[in-house]
């Protein structure tokens, strides 16, 4: 079994790969279209509690598995088994997570290709000027194209590759120290413009007034899997760089930092996208297209709304990059420890099956839009595998396996705390966390 030789080479380094794992369109885009379409301040509601109730006690579980495993995903759950006398079969937990970043990689380049059209479309000047109607058609061109959508998602998934073909320090680590600070300048600056030129007042109402009576079944489930996905938890990203992680830390407040960032970020790009909605008098439930044709709209009609929506596509970008490196370094790390492969042709070959199966994300949207699977499209079909079963299911197998099979002892260890964080999260890992997630998977069958 192949542990890892390479290390973080500070905590800060780690905190913020961690946070830029998080941190990605689950926040900027996914956060904010799916808050319009499932009901508002009842969205964020379900969602923040799944986020403190499930999401970082998870978080935590997954960093103590990655540092105690010291390896990839899958191997670190064999590796800790095997020392406590359990089968090493508990190692397909590690792989349901690696499945998940796997498939979420392959749409995510789509999407990200997205982002970086219309970062050449604002350059260009092309969102200056746009009324609804060629707002609609810009975004319905695009989906049409499948040649320029492929070219965006080959770029993305290239820089990717290039950025962690490098050894840890010197790519990853280093990529999100760069990224991290730009991102974070970039968000301010949306989410003050949309307080001085829109209505935040009506962006914080709709965000958190919750109308209970929208809460369904089906916004629990949306909710909590946003939640996860959100976090980044039950796709093997936290158990993968705490497998890089040699140096004392406490685990129990770096998970907390860990959601408190994201959940701050993600709130902070709802409060500064709606109210550039609200104050052109939008609509905020447009769906996937309110990043890409409710937003595009409102820039054209701000005064300086080229340079904004330029800052504003950059900014998402940014996101996506610091989220598709760490999914990408869950399956490549795998390919290293599963086929003994170099860093060069792991990268290579995973990223090369990526593309081929986000295909099927490029082709859904035209020359496969007929092609569904129980009502969904192809795009939805892999969205709906990871979010309502695949993260949730690599989450509770990640808490259970480390809150109960680990000793107490080595989670205090571990943890980094004998104290009240610790044993808190060690009633809520055992008993409340799995809870939440079996009832929001057994409802979503």
Known sequence: MQKNTSFWTSNFGFMMACIGAAVGLGNIWKFPYMTGTQGGGAFVFIYLVTIFAIAIPVAAAEIIIGRKGNSDASTSFKII??????????????????????????????????????????????????????????????????????????????????????????????????LMPSLIVMLLGIALYGALAGDMAAAARYLFTPDFSKITPEVIQSAVGHGFFSVGVGSAILITYGGYLDKSIHIGKAAIIIGLADTAIALLAGLGIFSIVFGQS??????????????????????GGAVLALIFFALVYVAALTSGLALAEVIIRWAEGRFGWRRARASGAMLTAAFLIGLLTVFSSNIWQDVQIAGRSLFDTKDYIVTAYLMPLGGLGAIMFASWLIPVAALKQAFGSEGVVFHGWLYTARVLAPAGVLWVFINGL
């Open 81 to 178: 088994a095997q020392e406590n006398n359990r089968t090493p079969a508990w190692g397909a937990i590690g792989g349901i997570g690696v499945l998940a970043s796997f498939i979420l990689i392959t749409f995510y380049a789509v999407i990200a290709g997205w982002v970086s059209s219309y970062v050449w479309r604002a350059l260009s000047g092309q969102i200056s000027g746009l009324d609804a109607s060629s707002a609609d058609a810009m975004f319905t061109h695009l989906l049409a194209s499948p040649g320029e959508m492929i070219f965006h998602q080959v770029i993305f998934l290239a820089v990717i590759g290039l950025v962690l073909v490098r050894n840890l320090s010197a790519g990853l680590e280093r990529a999100n120290l760069i």
């Open 282 to 303: 939008l609509d905020p439930t447009a769906g996937t297209g309110l990043m890409f044709t409710t937003l595009p709209l409102a820039f054209a009609q701000l005064t």
